[in-house]
């Protein structure tokens, strides 16, 4: 608060108080018996402060606030001077209140109860007596910068919202306004005369539009999403004989790349698997190809695993591996074991814990452990268990060296994906794959209480109410039944809010 402007918006000569964290200007005149109404706009600076109305004051530490709170309506008593003396008597979250821009907040003091109104919608209501009488004004709490305006008093207040007939005829003059260029003087002069009410009602539409244009950003991307769950999903289907690992770890990366050309790096691979073939001797055994494929990768291209930024997602993209000649071991190893496979070389996935590699396995002779992430490195028994035990602390069990199925690698790329995604707190990216991971494994409730989470936390009621009935319908071991019910009534009530908006 400044306090110049804060005293200001009051007219009589206003009083400042300061104690116990807050500071007041109180109006010095009597408000009217009940009822009455007051009000004012406010913004806040950070939505992480308070600032807002008082009634019912004593002039010291005791009296009434209404005012946004971190996002919240709370409406509190404060019965002293420290915190150990205020009673939050509600606290609600409103659709109706717009962060960061200038709220209509108001009270309506009745006899017998206090209602609260954000933007002229009914907030919150108490039948709380504690004190009955006393000064009117604002408040700011502790580091709180706010700004106040058209403070106000009266038995009955006027809406802060323009006339329905108004806004209509503005948003009509409104529809004039060409796409491609600027407003003409023709124009501005027909919303002149209805003064700041045709600023806030155009900007009220921008917003609308706004929001608009980003719920159709959000179908676009859905639409998209759910077209690579299908490809992804009929990619993987057969054995591990008959899936193109390419094919699929691309469609991966076409969750964050609409873009992104599968077909164009297919033939890509599929034209580094032929040049390599080129340089072979027409009886060239599996060793001389394994050496050959080694030398195109390593040697003559440079591919090896990224070290600066590791956690970076284009080392999980395979088109940006492709280009970029660098990635994470497991991506490199994909690209390792499909090359092998075009060149007709038994190379399998190896998953160990926190740190992927490969195993040659010839027809004949012994197989060999293979480190892509190490440019081709060749590792023994002793050496991998020295890669688990340096990564993860853990010690090499048999079941690290079992052969991956392809199905499992791209599991294991989206959860690197997740992982990324919950590092930066991108609950989209998070949200987007997820959703693959639950359509490639529909049974793992780990993974759908997770997906109900961000849901919920991204607004999208009506999937999290489906991802709660899955819980009721399957009952996975530990499922609290009774809590769920609780949650998806909750649920419903939020969806029934949002459609009300």
């Known amino acids: 608060i400044k306090r110049p402007r804060l005293g200001a918006v009051l007219s009589n000569a206003a009083v400042v108080c300061l104690f116990g964290g807050r500071s007041l200007v109180l109006w010095t005149a009597d408000p009217p018996e009940p009822p009455f109404e007051f009000g004012v706009q406010v913004r806040l600076a950070q939505e992480d402060g308070a600032a807002g109305l008082v009634f019912h004051s004593d002039g010291g530490d005791r009296h009434y606030g209404f005012y946004p709170s971190s996002g919240n309506l709370r409406l509190s008593r404060f019965d002293g001077p420290d915190v150990f003396s205020w009673n939050v008597l509600e606290q609600v979250t ?9 709220n209509a907040i108001k009270v309506r003091v009745e006899k017998d109860r206090i209602r609260c109104f954000v933007n002229d919608e009914l907030a919150i209501e108490s039948t709380d007596t504690r004190y009955t009488s006393g000064k009117v004004g604002l408040a700011k709490f502790r580091h709180t910068e706010a700004e106040f305006r058209n403070f106000r008093i009266a038995e009955n207040l006027p809406p802060s919202r323009p006339p329905a007939e108004t806004v209509k005829r503005i948003r ?3 529809a004039e306004l060409s796409l491609d260029a600027a407003a003409s003087g023709e124009l501005v002069e027909k919303l002149l005369p209805h003064g700041d009410v045709s600023g806030n009602v155009l900007r009220e539409q921008a917003r609308e539009l706004e929001q608009r244009a980003e719920r159709l950003r959000e179908l676009a991307a859905d639409i998209h999403t759910r077209r690579i769950h299908g490809e992804l999903q009929k990619a993987l289907k057969g054995g591990d004989e008959t899936i193109d690992l390419v094919r699929a770890a691309l469609l991966v990366a076409a969750l964050d790349n609409e873009e992104l050309d599968v077909d164009a790096y ?4 599929d034209r580094m698997a032929a040049a390599i073939r080129e340089t072979l001797p027409p009886d060239a055994d599996a060793a001389t190809t394994l050496a050959a494929l080694d030398a195109h990768l390593f040697e003559q291209f440079g591919y090896h695993g990224s070290r600066t930024n590791y956690y970076d997602r284009s ?3 395979l088109n940006e591996v492709i280009d970029d000649r ?12 499909e090359l092998a496979r075009r060149l007709d070389l038994n190379v399998v996935g190896v998953g160990l814990p926190g740190h992927f590699i490969v195993r040659f396995e010839p027809a004949e002779g012994e197989s060999q452990l293979i480190d892509p992430f190490d440019r081709g490195a060749r590792l023994s028994r002793e050496d991998a268990a020295a890669l688990v035990a340096q990564n993860t602390g853990a010690k090499l069990e048999e079941e690290h060296l079992r052969p991956q199925s392809k199905r499992e690698m791209v599991l294991r790329v989206l959860q690197n994906l997740l992982s990324v995604a919950r590092r930066e707190q991108d609950e989209r990216g998070q949200l987007r794959y997820v959703d693959l991971l639950v359509a490639l494994e529909p049974a793992a409730a780990e993974l759908r209480a997770y997906r109900a989470d961000l849901l919920m936390r991204t607004r999208r009621y009506a999937e999290a109410i489906d991802e709660v009935d899955w819980f009721l319908r399957e009952k996975p071991e530990g499922a609290d039944l009774a809590r769920l019910r609780e949650l998806r009534a909750a649920l419903e009530r939020s969806l029934a809010g949002e459609g009300d908006e």
Do not use: D, F
Not at 94 to 102: F, I, K, L, Q
Not at 266 to 269: D, I, N, V
């Open 326 to 337: 660098e990635g994470l071991p497991i991506m490199l190893s994909i690209l390792y074991m």
């Open 315 to 317: 080392n999980s993209y």
């Open 94 to 102: 409103s659709e109706h209140y717009r962060p960061g821009e200038w």
């Open 172 to 174: 009509e003059l409104a």
């Open 266 to 269: 297919l033939q890509t691979a």
